[in-house]
Nanobody, 122 residues
Framework: QVRMVESGGGLVQAGGSLRLSCAAS????????MGWFRQAEGKDREFVAA????????DYADSVKGRFTISRDNAKNTVYLQMNSLKPEDTAVYYC???????????????WGQGTQVTVSS
């Protein structure tokens, strides 16, 4: 199965930037669509962004569109989430995830990382 480990979380000030990384391993990596999700304290997990295996297709939640950028480097088996203009409401545990196929959607992800905390102070 695909395994992923997130890193890059931390405490930042509102308006700042942060880049999350997700190191993945597994026989399917490089072709599977991948995504980022987040879960704030006391709230349900929500979709953030997704990217196709080739990087040619991306999708973003309305709440982060224009501020966050998802990318992947298959040679490094890594998916990134560049977060700019961070807001306090972006505070959450961020998870990377992978599908079992190449379809870019907002659900149906099978493999999950353990998460990395992002805290944005006002």
């Amino acid at each position: 199965q695909v395994r992923m480990v997130e890193s890059g979380g931390g405490l930042v000030q509102a308006g700042g930037s942060l880049r999350l990384s997700c190191a993945a391993s597994g026989r399917a990596f490089g072709r599977e669509a991948m995504g980022w999700f987040r879960q704030a304290e006391g709230k349900d997990r929500e979709f953030v962004a997704a990217i196709s295996w080739s990087g040619g297709l991306t999708d973003y939640a309305d709440s982060v569109k224009g501020r966050f950028t998802i990318s992947r480097d298959n040679a490094k088996n890594t998916v990134y989430l560049q977060m700019n203009s961070l807001k306090p409401e972006d505070t959450a545990v961020y998870y990377c995830a992978a599908r079992r196929d190449t379809v870019v959607t907002r659900n149906g992800y099978y493999y999950w990382g353990q998460g990395t905390q992002v805290t944005v102070s006002s």
